[in-house]
C-alpha cells in the first residue's frame, strides 16, 4: 500500500513541477523567438555593450537644480540613462572627458557643477554640465576615440559604411545607425537588437539613442520599426569596416573612452565630494571646490590634500561645508579627511593641468598651412578639433603625433578648410582622469 502511495505522490509532484519550470525563468528568450547574438562580430557585441553602459546606468539627483530640457530633474526620482546636453567645450561629455564615474560621483554631491552650473543660453542644445548627444552615444559604442558629430557618420564623408537594402526591418542588423538628415538639427541612432521568430524572420529591433532627457531605448514591432524607418527621410546605414569608419579615430589609441572603468561600480565618497565630482581634472589655477559632507556623522577632525605623497594642504577642524582651494603647481592630487577616531575617510583624486595654445594671427588662409602652437603640463595635447560656424560639414579633427608634441606645434593643411568665415580651434588633451579642451576662434579667409 505504502509503495504506490508514495509513487503516485512523486507522480503528482513531478507533474506539477513540470508544469511550473516555463514560469520560473522569466530571464530566457521565448522558444519561438531568437537574437542575432550568437551571429555578432566582435565589434558589434562590443558596440551593444558600450552603449548599453550609458543606457542603462541608473542615479538619482540629491538636490533641486540640476537642469534638463525644459526644467530640472527632480531630486529623489530614479533615472535612467545619462542626461542629454550638448556640452561642447565649455562642459564635458560622459564617457568621452570624464569617466561616468565622475557623473555619478557629482550627482550625489548636492553642490556640484551639475546643480550649480547651467549651459542653457549658454551653449546651443546643452543644459546639463555633463552629459551627451546621439552623436557623441553612438560614437562612444561605436569605439571611436572622439565623437564624430552625427550628420558625419554615413557616406560620402566617413568610409566602410554603406546605404541597407532594403530599408526594412527583415534587413537590420546589430550595429546599424539611422540617421535623420537636419531639419534643422540631424540625428542619429544605433540598433543594439535584433529579435528573430523560430522561421528567422525578424520580429523586434530595438534600438538606442541619446535624447533629452536621457537616453532612450525602444524595442519596436517590426511594422513600427518601418514607420519609424520612413519618416523624416531617415535613413539605415551599414558599417562593414569599423576600422575605415573609424580611421585614425580609434578608442584604442586613446586613454578615453574607458570602458573597463566606465562598465565598474564605483564606491562614491560619503564624506567630502569634489565640485566637478571625484577622479576628475582641473586646469591649473581654476577653484577646486571640496564639499565635506561628512554623510554618516562620523565628525571631522581635518581636511588633507596631497600633490603625490607630499601633503601641501591641512586644514583642521574644517565643519561640514564647501572649501575653495586653487593649486598653481600640476600634478596628481589626492583629498581626504581625518576622522575624529582618527581613521581616514576614502580619498577623492584629481590631477591639476596645464593646456593652452596660440594661433598665427586672427586670420589664416584657406590655401596655405598654418600652424598651432602648444603647450601643456601633466596632460597630453592629442588632438585639434576645427569647427566651421558658418558650415556644419566643414568638420575637422586634426591628430597629434609624437613627432608634433616634441616640437609643441601642428599643422593645419591647406585646403582643409572648405568654406570662408569664423572657425572654432579646440585643443585637447588628455590625462588618466579624463581631458580637457581649449578653445580660441580664427577667421578663415582666402
Request: net charge neutral.
Amino acid at each position: 500500500m505504502n509503495v504506490p502511495s508514495r509513487y503516485s505522490r512523486c507522480l503528482f509532484y513531478s507533474l506539477i513541477c513540470l508544469f511550473l519550470l516555463p514560469n520560473s525563468i522569466p530571464a530566457a528568450e521565448p522558444q519561438s523567438e531568437q537574437t542575432d547574438a550568437d551571429h555578432l562580430k566582435a565589434w558589434q557585441e562590443k558596440g551593444v555593450e558600450y552603449a548599453r553602459i550609458m543606457s542603462q546606468v541608473k542615479w538619482t539627483p540629491v538636490a533641486e537644480g540640476m537642469p534638463r530640457r525644459k526644467g530640472y530633474f527632480e531630486p529623489g526620482k530614479e533615472y535612467t540613462g545619462v542626461p542629454y546636453s550638448s556640452v561642447k567645450y565649455v562642459g564635458r561629455y560622459i564617457g568621452f572627458d570624464i569617466y561616468l564615474k565622475t557623473f555619478l560621483a557629482a550627482v550625489e554631491n548636492p553642490d556640484s557643477v551639475l546643480y550649480t552650473e547651467n549651459l542653457y543660453g549658454k551653449v546651443a542644445n546643452a543644459e546639463c554640465y555633463y552629459g551627451k548627444v546621439c552623436s557623441s552615444y553612438t560614437s562612444y559604442a561605436l569605439q571611436c576615440g572622439v565623437w564624430y558629430v552625427s550628420r558625419l557618420h554615413n557616406p560620402p564623408y566617413r568610409e566602410g559604411v554603406e546605404l541597407v537594402e532594403p530599408q526594412t526591418a527583415q534587413a537590420a542588423q546589430v550595429g546599424d545607425i539611422i540617421f535623420t538628415p537636419p531639419q534643422p538639427g540631424s540625428h542619429v541612432e544605433i540598433v543594439t537588437r535584433v529579435t528573430r521568430d523560430a522561421d528567422g524572420k525578424v520580429t523586434h529591433v530595438r534600438v538606442e539613442e541619446s535624447r533629452p532627457l536621457t537616453t532612450k531605448t525602444t524595442n519596436r514591432s517590426v511594422s513600427t520599426f518601418n514607420s519609424h524607418l520612413a519618416a523624416r527621410g531617415r535613413k539605415l546605414f551599414r558599417i562593414t569596416d569599423l576600422d575605415a569608419w573609424r580611421g585614425q579615430n580609434k578608442a584604442e589609441s586613446f586613454l578615453f573612452p574607458n570602458y573597463e572603468e566606465d562598465s565598474k561600480t564605483p564606491v562614491i565618497n560619503r564624506v567630502l565630494l569634489l565640485d566637478r565630482g571625484d577622479w576628475v581634472p582641473y586646469h591649473k589655477d581654476q577653484k577646486v571646490k571640496i564639499n565635506i559632507m561628512d554623510r554618516d556623522a562620523a565628525g571631522v577632525k581635518s581636511l588633507v590634500v596631497k600633490r603625490g605623497d607630499k601633503v601641501v594642504k591641512e586644514i583642521d577642524q574644517p565643519g561640514k561645508g564647501v572649501i575653495e582651494l586653487s593649486f598653481s603647481t600640476c600634478g596628481d592630487y589626492t583629498a581626504h579627511c581625518i576622522m575624529q577616531d582618527g581613521s581616514l575617510s576614502q580619498a577623492c583624486e584629481f590631477s591639476v593641468c596645464d593646456l593652452d595654445f596660440s594661433m598665427p594671427g586672427k586670420t589664416a588662409s584657406q590655401q596655405q598651412p598654418w600652424e598651432l602652437k602648444f603647450n601643456s603640463d601633466n596632460m597630453k595635447v592629442i588632438m585639434a578639433l576645427l569647427v566651421n560656424e558658418a558650415d556644419s560639414y566643414d568638420y575637422h579633427h586634426i591628430f597629434v603625433t609624437d613627432q608634433d608634441r616634441q616640437r609643441g606645434t601642428v599643422v593645419i593643411p591647406a585646403n582643409l578648410i572648405q568654406t570662408k568665415g569664423k572657425m572654432q580651434v579646440w585643443l585637447i588633451g588628455e590625462n588618466r582622469y579624463g581631458r580637457l579642451k581649449k578653445r580660441r576662434d580664427i577667421l578663415i579667409q582666402d
